[in-house]
């Protein structure tokens, strides 16, 4: 089947740098991605849809200037957390869906972000 | 956007007991999806049900939509204790790739 790999799996960074995180689509290609953040012991909620070649769809609430994202390829999109702070601990996920589905989507495996 | 809403938040049962998770969505939907997460790992799909369908199986599961509720659930037969994790629905409008997901059942399944 179909798989999304993310990297790094987790990662540890000061308060104030920035942190990047990587989807990529290993064997299909992906116009659009989306970005998930889950805080502990709760559901995924939606950050913004990634679209190559073009600018991210943020969800309202989410800033855009602080979670950038760049879809530079039909495999890979990137998700850089600017600046983080503590609040933005969480586990992020990536999905995709494979060209022409507009039903299946895969997940990435998530990537676990601590900031201290 | 949609917020769905799953109960029961947590479930603890014996193994070989059935499991039912119950979801509830606010708009109309294209398909509603299933899916697990094990502790701190990534998602995995199990069932997707077009608005269309009242009732698919796949295995040890089976999932019914009533489409004028709003509501689905989600029921693992003879449940074993490797199927302990979140459960949570996903839900999809008309031509959108978009899922909003439900808050999620937590299903612990003792041995």
């Known amino acids: 089947g179909a798989v999304v790999s993310q990297h790094p799996s987790w990662v540890i960074c000061k308060s104030g740098t920035s942190v990047k995180i990587e989807c990529r689509s290993l064997d299909f290609q992906a116009t659009t991605m989306f970005w998930y953040r889950q805080f502990p012991k709760q559901s995924l909620m939606l950050m913004a849809t990634?679209?190559?070649?073009?600018?991210?769809?943020?969800e309202q609430g989410v800033e855009k200037d602080k979670f950038l994202i760049n879809h530079a390829s039909l495999t890979l999109s990137t998700l850089t957390v600017t600046s983080a702070h503590p609040e933005d601990s969480s586990f992020y996920i990536c999905?995709?869906?494979?060209?022409?589905?507009?039903?299946?989507?895969?997940f990435g495996p998530g990537t676990r972000l601590l900031v201290l | 956007s949609q917020q769905g809403e799953e109960d029961p938040q947590a479930l603890s049962i014996q193994e070989g007991e059935n499991a039912t998770m119950n979801c509830s969505y606010k708009t109309s939907i294209n398909n509603l999806q299933w899916y697990r997460q094990n502790s701190g790992r990534g998602l995995v799909h199990l069932i997707l049900i077009r608005s269309n369908e009242r009732e698919k199986h796949s295995g040890r599961l089976r999932v019914t939509l009533d489409t004028s509720k709003k509501s689905s659930s989600l029921l693992i037969t003879a449940s074993r204790a490797a199927d302990t994790a979140s459960y949570f629905c996903a839900s999809s409008g008309a031509g959108s790739y978009q899922l909003t997901f439900g808050k999620g059942t937590k299903l612990s399944v003792i041995p």
């Open positions: 990634s679209n190559e070649g073009s600018k991210a769809t943020y």
């Open positions: 999905s995709a869906p494979p060209g022409g589905s507009q039903e299946t989507q895969y």
